[in-house]
């Protein structure tokens, strides 16, 4: 895209009908919220690890 | 006694080193080659490109640590490799010219019997006139690169503090860079930051690139399980970037970057301009440029390396279509195929081919992603080159016997998105294996159930440990060895 398309954030709104930004699915605030949420976070800490150990360990 | 020459100290040819030095025996020396007396955890440099970290908390220094684990360090920068020796004798010795305090501009000759390439990249900034630190851009790709662009970003926010608006282009500055994911941290950790500071609406940020679609990252992108169907990364990379209010141009080559405005070429074969206030774009990568003599003083340059100056190894460099590619094109031994006693670790090797599809624009101008080689797959392949030299030297065995095929290895990274203890966020991605096998997963390239990505604090929170946990082991400290690659 250029300049003169339409673009997201020049128009202060991220789904601008048509723009590039309008197609792409965007998080709820549930599923936002949970990104920082302690608890969730700390158990998703302990099954990325096992995740990438298990992916050290392939090799 | 034999000599092993380790060329650099960056993350292959430091973890080479220390594998090396612990398995061999006093009657062995290891030797590194390298221009800087400090090294450098590179990942964190992102953090110190927002202000976030010092220089000095993403590097030590270098002969401290080899002094505790008796390896010679020869700060210095390699230039010539004569593999047969010259017309005054046989052995095999690299010329280096000295870059010490006390050393400056003094030359040695360091002889070796086993030689290990770990020489990284050369940031090619000339290749896009005005780009990088020296032109009209920033860059990442050092801890003073990084270092300068925190105060530009600084700049930036203090003019946006005053009611400027401000464009922040950031991305790729060539048509066939790599290591779209360092840009793409850079990018992601910016907004953050101007988020933090209050400045966000001031700000436009646009990411620019040579990926012919967001996700691509110089790896084809990956498919992942989510929500019940296999998606591709574009899908979950373009939600990132929508939900920032980041822009995107995406199958550009930067053909120029004047004081504030990039000019680039589309895939479509269009020229294009964009203007900025701050850019941070990447270079792109090619071999350090060292050069190759035989006995009799011929140069042999391009028997050991490739033309884009990365070392020839044991890959098929044949140049296939894209369509005959195949995992088994990607070299297992890292053993040079003209003198078994090179090898090439980390950036240093030549890979066979991209990993991305190569396109070429309707003008003819390559604009896809080179192959990025991350710190992960460096390391591993370094260790267990350094564990073949070492039965090699101790005459277990005659010939490499572990292998580390990036087609058959996987790689796990941790891509940041802000740094915060408890705000912040990180992608966190593995996939297996980082070459796409279509012959073993016809449909997605690779194993689905060893491929996975998702964003949230907790990534952060692993990057943290990640950075001083490799720190840590890095200055070989106790149990140095148990902390993975
Ligand atoms: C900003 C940034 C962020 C990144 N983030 C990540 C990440 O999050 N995760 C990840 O996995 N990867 C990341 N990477 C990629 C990672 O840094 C590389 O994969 C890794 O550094 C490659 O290791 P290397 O040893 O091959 O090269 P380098 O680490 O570049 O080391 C090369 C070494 O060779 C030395 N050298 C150069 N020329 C000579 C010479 N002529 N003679 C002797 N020595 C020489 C250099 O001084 C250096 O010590 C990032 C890269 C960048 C730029």
Known sequence: MNDDDTSATNSGDIRTQYGQSYYPPVPTRFTQALRTNLLWQFLRFLVINARMLRMVRKH | ???????????????????????????????????????????????????????EQVTFPLAPVYAKTGVTFVQGKATCIHPEGDAEGAQPYVDVLLTGPDTQGQSQKVPYDWLINATGPKLNFDATPGLGPNGNSLSVCTYDHA??????????????????QQ??????????????????????NVEFELRRRGVRDKAKVIWISNEHELGDFGMGGMFLKRGGYITHSRVFTESLYTERGVEWITRAGVKEVGAREVSYETLDGEERTQNFDFAMLLPPFRGVGLSALDRQGDDITTELFAPNGFMRVD??????????WSPSDWPSTYQSPKYK?????????????????????AKGTPISPTPPRTGMPSGVMARQVALNVVDMMQGRAT????????????????????????????????????????EKYPDTGRDIGYTSGEIGLAGHWLKHLLHYGFIYKAKANPLWVVVPE
């Open chain 2, 1 to 55: 006694m034999a000599r092993l020459v380790i060329l650099g100290a960056g993350i292959a040819g430091h973890t080479a080193a220390l594998h090396a030095r612990r398995k061999l025996g006093r009657d062995h020396e290891v030797v590194v080659v390298s221009p800087n007396s400090k090294w450098n955890w590179i990942p964190s440099n992102i953090w110190v490109g927002v202000g976030v970290m010092t220089p």
């Open chain 2, 399 to 438: 010939e490499p016997t572990r292998h580390a095929s990036m087609a058959r290895m996987g790689a796990a990274c941790i891509a940041s998105a802000g740094a915060s203890l408890f705000g912040g966020t990180a992608v966190s991605m593995t996939m297996f294996p980082i070459i796409p096998d279509f």
């Open chain 2, 167 to 188: 464009t922040l282009l950031i991305g790729t500055g060539h048509g066939t860079c790599t290591c779209q994911g360092a840009a793409f941290e850079y990018l992601f």
């Open chain 2, 147 to 164: 270092d300068h662009a925190a105060r530009g970003l600084d700049e930036a926010v203090a003019r946006m503090q005053k009611g400027e």
């Open chain 2, 341 to 361: 006693n090179i090898f090439a670790v980390g950036i240093a090797f030549a890979p066979p081919h991209a990993i991305s599809k190569p396109m070429v624009s």
């Open chain 2, 315 to 324: 890959a098929d460099y044949s140049g296939k279509p894209f369509e005959a």
